[in-house]
């Protein structure tokens, strides 16, 4: 069952960039988190999004929020990626994509794991929700207008 606005968000706990693990909950009563899952590091549209994330990054924790990016790659990967394109925020490996599995992200085309942003009020609970696989800054703007009317 997909998650839906107003669903308290699932919780789960994996492993960062860094190797470190981090948890949902550790956000909780502190920060909005916006958790977007993307295909895959260093792809086309891939880079695209996690840059305007990044250029945007100080709106963000301006905000209030958290930005955290979600694939399937390893810590590794993301380590990599992260050093290559200045990513100031966590990057969460779901190597089995377990947590993917658990929000109902949906595919493309039944083979491109799906491209999806949801925003999350220091509560847990899901205030916004944007899937586009090809409108790469409308995570970001989508993002910023629910979190800035909060």
């Known amino acids: 069952m997909p998650v839906k606005v107003g669903d ?8 960062s960039q860094s190797g470190t693990s981090i948890s949902l909950k550790d956000f909780r009563a502190q920060k909005s988190v916006v958790l977007y899952f993307y295909p895959k590091d260093d792809t086309p ?6 840059c305007e994330f990044r250029d945007f990054y100080e709106v963000f924790k301006g905000a209030g929020a958290e ?15 992260a050093a290559k394109y200045n990513l100031p925020f ?4 779901d190597k089995d994509n377990q947590v993917r599995k658990l929000y109902g992200v949906p595919s493309t085309a039944f083979v491109l794991p799906g491209r999806v942003t949801y925003v999350i009020d ?4 899901v205030k916004h929700i944007f899937n586009s696989q090809f409108d790469f800054k409308g ?3 989508e993002s ?3 979190l800035q009317a909060v």
């Open 8 to 15: 308290t968000a699932p919780e789960f706990t994996l492993l």
């Open 45 to 50: 549209g891939c880079t695209k999004e996690s």
């Open 67 to 81: 930005v955290i990016g979600i694939s399937a790659d390893s810590p590794e990967s993301h380590q990599k990626f």
């Open 90 to 93: 966590t990057l969460l490996s």
């Open 122 to 125: 220091e509560q847990g609970v």
């Open 139 to 141: 995570h970001i703007q």
């Open 144 to 146: 910023l207008k629910i």
